[in-house]
């Protein structure tokens, strides 16, 4: 969210007009392996790649890069792409009026944005598309590398019904090429990229597709045992240099695959990341995954979500099923006969009672005696449009999709918020857990208000509570609250960099710009090209008139990531006020190609031309700024000073 502040003791007109843009992060929420017999948990082992499993396990190579899991990621090349392009790849979005054209020229995919008056282009901006998520069974999405940033594209292909639409979750909240996708999506879309330290969406290295060491975990020790001729007849024994998922106790292979098929509000552990989970591990040891459930949870659900849905069914509770019951991962849906499905059904049902079908002969043939047809039918999901998902609930009422819905039904009443990865989370973590459910999803004060109830029967030491507390205070905006809270603290003491920003944001509001800075420097010190944190420690250098320091780190914010209009309207600013008003107005430039509604670079821009006299110029401006933010306090100020005779 981008905020707007007067200059300090500058001139009388800029002091009514001329600002800098600022930006509020929210927060993206962040014990050793227990005892086990795989050599892949017991130390440090690293990765070969993929090119080496194929070396031994050519056949299962071959199958694998066929699924889903090995298409789900690679350069955007026509090859890789499913999508339809030509004259109806067109997608319209009415609430930031923003018309977006996907199209390839010379190889290279792109994606145009603009802006139409009438049967003018006002406004256009093309971005290069790097890659394309997705194994085209459901999606093709699209992602821009800025110099190793990775964002989301605002425009998807959803190939079950060939139609380009706005990216999931873009569609009346556009925030057009700046959704920047962290390890937490990246890791489960794809194998792990090289995240570059200091970062959360800067990766040196980008791999094409899920590998084998995703569900198997890192291969060194096995590879240097076979070369050894140490080999394990697997059909005795377990070979514990690599993990086979399917000698796992059923809760290790259910965590293996929940990893990724249990999307929900996932938090980390303290001190963990993405990276850290390998298979084998309780996936409580790195990170919680929970899940708000609602009156009719049963009934509708999100795409990713197969292992919550497994685990519902009496199917589950009542056997010893896991995913590999059904599934085959070296090879893909579409390769598999129904009949490994009905197979499965039936290892458990065989009683002539259980095989029996009440379906009508006529309906079961036609059907070609599909258990999984009627009893896990395929639907929507609530988070994905235009998608068409296998229901991995597996349930008598869901035969033929017929459930029973009452059309008249009341909006669904919340009920909690559940956590997925253990049996009960504690009071932190569940406090976490809601959090991060106010952070991701849903801005209410009932979710704060859960948070502050398990906060207060918190247990857990001081130093681990304080973290938390200060997250709850700054989601709250209650800074005087947060203030007292770490009352004392010092920057260098904190060691993560979230509570360090939120301690200085609390400063910054209270207008305490030097005490600030200092817990800004820290947030920067242990997350160097967090580059919101950067912009708001530029900002704080403005307010405290130190223009030299801000201008050296909003430039080394752009030459990092030059298409960021924040840190181009925070630049200009500091450019005008060092008396460079030509190099200011260029740098509003700059901001108002990548953006042409943003409102602090017009306003800013404005306020210039009112210095060089020119006042249709600066009205015209307002105007822009206006359409784009009609309540927008400082616009209508300045219209009003404007239009003023």
């Known amino acids: 969210m981008i905020l707007i502040m007067n200059a300090r003791r500058f001139f009388f007109l800029l002091f009514a007009v001329l600002g800098m843009a600022m930006v509020f992060c929210t927060r993206e929420v962040a014990v050793p392996v227990k005892s086990s017999p795989y050599v892949s948990l017991q130390g440090p082992v690293d990765y070969v790649g993929m090119k080496t499993c194929q070396s031994c396990h050519a056949n299962i190579h071959e199958t694998f890069i066929h699924?889903?899991?090995?298409?789900?990621?690679?350069?955007?090349?026509?090859?890789?792409?499913?999508?339809?392009?030509?004259?109806?790849?067109?997608?319209?979005?009415?609430?930031?009026?923003?018309?977006?054209?996907?199209?390839?020229?010379?190889?290279?995919?792109?994606?145009?944005?603009?802006?139409?008056?009438?049967?003018?282009?006002?406004?256009?901006?093309?971005?290069?598309?790097?890659?394309?998520?997705?194994?085209?069974?459901?999606?093709?999405?699209?992602?821009?590398?800025?110099?190793?940033?990775?964002?989301?594209?605002?425009?998807?292909?959803?190939?079950?019904?060939?139609?380009?639409?706005?990216?999931?979750?873009?569609?009346?909240?556009?925030?057009?090429?700046?959704?920047?996708?962290?390890?937490?999506?990246?890791?489960?879309?794809?194998?792990?990229?090289?995240?570059?330290?200091?970062?959360?969406?800067?990766?040196?290295?980008?791999?094409?597709?899920?590998?084998?060491?995703?569900?198997?975990?890192?291969?060194?020790?096995?590879?240097?045992?076979?070369?050894?001729?140490?080999?394990?007849?697997?059909?005795?024994?377990?070979?514990?240099?690599?993990?086979?998922?399917?000698?796992?106790?059923?809760?290790?292979?259910?965590?293996?695959?929940?990893?990724?098929?249990?999307?929900?509000?996932?938090?980390?552990?303290?001190?963990?990341?993405?990276?850290?989970?390998?298979?084998g591990m309780p996936l409580s040891d790195v990170v919680n995954v929970f899940l708000p459930r609602y009156t009719d949870s049963h009934e509708r659900f999100i795409m990713a979500s197969q292992a919550d849905r497994l685990r519902m069914s009496a199917c589950y509770l009542n056997s010893d099923m896991t995913c590999l019951t059904c599934h085959n991962p070296h090879r893909s849906i579409e390769a598999t006969a129904q009949s490994q499905y009905n197979n499965a059904c039936q290892g458990c049902h065989q009683t002539a009672e259980q095989v029996q079908c009440a379906a009508p002969q006529a309906e079961r043939a036609a059907a070609g005696d599909d258990c999984s047809g009627c009893h896990m039918p395929r639907s929507g999901s609530i988070d994905i449009p235009h998608v068409n998902i296998t229901d991995h609930y597996i349930s008598r009422d869901n035969i033929r999709g017929q459930k029973a819905k009452n059309s008249k039904q009341v909006a669904p009443a919340f009920l909690g918020l559940e956590i997925l990865t253990k049996e009960e989370g504690s009071p932190l973590e569940m406090a976490r857990g809601y959090l991060a459910m106010y952070d991701k999803y849903v801005q209410a004060d009932m979710v704060l208000d859960s948070a502050w109830a398990h906060l207060e029967r918190s247990q857990a030491q001081e130093g681990e509570q304080l973290p938390v507390r200060i997250h709850y205070y700054f989601a709250r905006k209650d800074y005087a609250a947060l203030l007292k809270l770490a009352d004392g603290a010092e920057p260098e003491k904190l060691a993560s960099a979230w509570p360090a920003y939120q301690v200085g944001e609390a400063l910054f509001q209270a207008g305490r710009y030097a005490e600030a800075l200092g817990f800004y420097q820290r947030a920067c010190e242990l997350l160097p090209l967090h580059l919101d944190f950067q912009e708001k420690l530029g900002a704080t250098y403005l307010q405290l008139q130190q223009l030299p320091e801000a201008v050296k780190v909003l430039e080394g914010v752009l030459e990092e990531n030059p298409k960021r209009p924040v840190a181009w309207t925070n630049l200009g600013f500091a450019h005008v006020l060092q008396g460079q008003a030509r190099k200011g107005e260029a740098c509003y430039d700059r901001a108002l190609a990548l953006d042409p509604d943003a409102v602090q670079a017009l306003l800013n821009k404005a306020a210039v031309r009112m210095l060089q006299y020119d006042k249709a110029g600066a009205l015209q401006l307002v105007q822009r700024a206006l359409r784009a933010a009609p309540a927008h306090p400082q616009a209508r100020a300045l219209m009003q000073q404007l239009t003023r005779r």
């Open 67 to 279: 699924t889903g899991m090995g298409r789900s990621f690679d350069r955007a090349t026509q090859e890789k792409s499913d999508a339809a392009f030509g004259d109806h790849a067109l997608v319209y979005d009415e609430a930031s009026d923003f018309y977006y054209k996907p199209f390839f020229r010379d190889s290279q995919m792109y994606v145009l944005e603009y802006r139409l008056e009438g049967e003018d282009t006002v406004y256009q901006r093309l971005e290069e598309i790097a890659y394309i998520v997705g194994s085209g069974q459901h999606t093709n999405s699209h992602i821009l590398d800025i110099n190793g940033y990775i964002y989301q594209a605002p425009v998807t292909y959803y190939t079950q019904e060939q139609r380009w639409d706005m990216a999931p979750g873009f569609r009346g909240d556009n925030i057009r090429f700046s959704r920047l996708l962290a390890s937490e999506c990246i890791t489960c879309h794809n194998h792990f990229p090289k995240l570059e330290e200091g970062s959360i969406n800067k990766f040196t290295e980008m791999p094409s597709g899920i590998a084998c060491e995703r569900c198997h975990g890192p291969g060194e020790a096995h590879v240097k045992e076979k070369l050894a001729g140490n080999i394990v007849d697997t059909s005795k024994a377990i070979d514990y240099s690599i993990v086979n998922p399917a000698d796992l106790p059923r809760d290790l292979q259910m965590d293996l695959c929940q990893r990724c098929h249990l999307q929900g509000i996932a938090v980390l552990n303290p001190g963990k990341t993405f990276y850290d989970f390998k298979p």
